[in-house]
T-cell receptor, first 115, second 112 residues
Framework: EPEVTQTPSHQVTQMGQEVILRCVPI?????FYWYRQILGQKVEFLVS????????KSEIFDDQFSVERPDGSNFTLKIRSTKLEDSAMYFC?????????????FGPGTRLTVT | QKEVEQDPGPLSVPEGAIVSLNCTYS??????FMWYRQYSRKGPELLMY????GNKEDGRFTAQVDKSSKYISLFIRDSQPSDSATYLC????????????FGSGTRLSIRP
């Protein structure tokens, strides 16, 4: 069964460093998303991406964040200068089409620890 | 008022019991209502979704949406130990491309 994959599973970085989280969405999917979940808190939407541009972003997704689809298979989230409060699980998701028939498939997540 | 409210639990029931999980929400514009299951240190997995009001059944799972009360429910019949997980209610406004707003999740434990 097709699945969303994410690498690395765990990333430890120092405050102020840049990190890139990588995702491989399901191959025929067109919409891509990043969510995050701080330990003990809700899963929160960060950004959606379609047709090589951002469709929607949350207040969390400030200038420190960027997303890119560098090739036909990868989807990345970059945090330019990490802060302690960026420590969280980051989930990538993808969906096939827009419309009533709907499912966003989530990857297993990358645990980001900022020290 | 929080956009989506969900009792975090934990909820512990014996195997075979009927489980009822609920969420309330404040934004009457939500149209798509979902239940996700999340195992520890894993990504959310979609269990069921409903468009607008009504009921939907899938095996042992039934989802209900009451838009007039801004209240959604998930019922699990004949609960099994393998159903032990965190259950997240979720909703979105427009379409599958919309951001999903999640509840905080209810941790459920089914005792053998």
């Amino acid at each position: 069964e097709p699945e969303v994959t994410q690498t690395p599973s765990h990333q430890v970085t120092q405050m102020g460093q840049e990190v890139i989280l990588r995702c491989v969405p399901i191959s025929n999917h067109l919409y891509f998303y990043w969510y995050r979940q701080i330990l003990g808190q809700k899963v929160e939407f960060l950004v959606s991406f379609y047709n090589n541009e951002i469709s929607e972003k949350s207040e969390i997704f400030d200038d420190q964040f960027s997303v890119e689809r560098p090739d036909g298979s990868n989807f990345t989230l970059k945090i330019r200068s990490t802060k302690l409060e960026d420590s969280a699980m980051y989930f990538c998701a993808s969906s096939e089409v827009a419309g009533i028939s709907y499912e966003q498939y989530f990857g297993p997540g990358t645990r980001l620890t900022v020290t | 008022q929080k956009e989506v409210e969900q009792d975090p639990g934990p909820l512990s029931v014996p195997e075979g019991a009927i489980v009822s999980l609920n969420c309330t929400y404040s934004n009457s514009a939500f149209q798509y209502f979902m239940w996700y299951r999340q195992y520890s240190r894993k990504g959310p997995e979609l269990l069921m979704y409903t468009y607008s009001s009504g009921n939907k059944e899938d095996g042992r799972f039934t989802a209900q949406v009451d838009k007039s009360s801004k209240y959604i429910s998930l019922f699990i019949r004949d609960s099994q130990p393998s159903d032990s997980a965190t259950y997240l209610c979720a909703m979105s406004l427009y379409s599958s491309a919309s951001k999903i707003i999640f509840g905080s999740g209810t941790r459920l434990s089914i005792r053998p």
